[in-house]
């Protein structure tokens, strides 16, 4: 699963 | 970043100034719902923390500046600058049944557990209905100011855009977030019945008023 360092989208 | 993620960035940012240029010109936040912008503000705030832990771009810092920023002076401008004009009487849709579930369901279903995920999670669930105190106020009073309905389809259409952007990297990325689109529909779906009251009516020149 995405990590949270991933979260490019706003 | 693809076209569909752009527009949506763009109209989410434009929804947002529409907002604000209605308050600010017509020194009112009449038929604005003050409980769904302390909701919106408690979106971003909890959904930005990475801000201070993982710089991503200056693009997306910008924004997440901008739409902390924005949130709070919207607050700022409804319940102390313009109090007099806060339509408060017809927003009183309880935010408890909305944020009650949101936290439970955020720390039942995430990717992670730990807090700044948890956080991101309860944004994610909380932006999806955090429009329902506005949805209600409208369908409260029977009609909307044209400039706000022109911010709610913006607001509404940005998420709509969002879901063509994960279509999108699905297919060329092979990378989608499960938690983010679920929400993601249910928020889209929640403008649905807007949508057509806004594309039959305001587009034709005529005002937002419900069918009786």
């Known amino acids: 699963l995405e990590s949270f360092k991933q979260k490019d989208e706003l | 970043m693809n076209v569909f993620r752009l527009a949506g960035d763009l109209s989410h940012l434009l ?7 209605k308050i600010w010109k017509t ?26 832990t993982n710089f991503i771009s200056l693009y997306n810092s910008v924004m997440k500046v901008f739409f902390i920023s924005t949130s709070c002076a919207t607050i700022y401008l409804m319940y102390v600058k313009f109090k007099a004009t806060y339509d408060h009487n017809h927003d009183t849709f309880r935010i408890g049944f909305l944020l009650i579930p949101v936290t439970i369901l955020g720390l039942l279903i995430n990717h992670d557990f730990t807090p700044l995920e948890v956080l991101w999670t309860f944004s994610i669930y909380l932006e999806s209905v955090a429009i329902l105190p506005q949805l209600f106020m409208v369908s409260k009073t029977g009609d909307a ?27 060329f990325e092979g990378f989608y977030d499960l ?14 019945d807007f949508f057509y009251l806004y594309v ?13």
């Open chain 2, 200 to 212: 039959t009516r305001v587009i034709k020149g005529k005002a937002l008023k419900l069918p009786a």
């Open chain 2, 179 to 192: 938690i983010a689109i679920v929400a993601g529909v249910v928020q889209t779906v929640l403008y649905c």
């Open chain 2, 15 to 21: 929804a947002i100034i529409i907002l604000l240029l």
């Open chain 2, 27 to 52: 020194r009112s936040c009449a038929g604005i719902s003050g409980r769904s912008q302390i909701l919106f503000a408690l979106v971003y705030t909890t959904r930005y923390l990475d801000l201070f």
């Open chain 2, 145 to 171: 100011e044209t400039i706000t309905s022109h911010y709610l389809f913006c607001l509404g259409l940005y998420r709509a855009l969002y879901i063509f952007n994960w279509i999108y990297r699905y297919y």
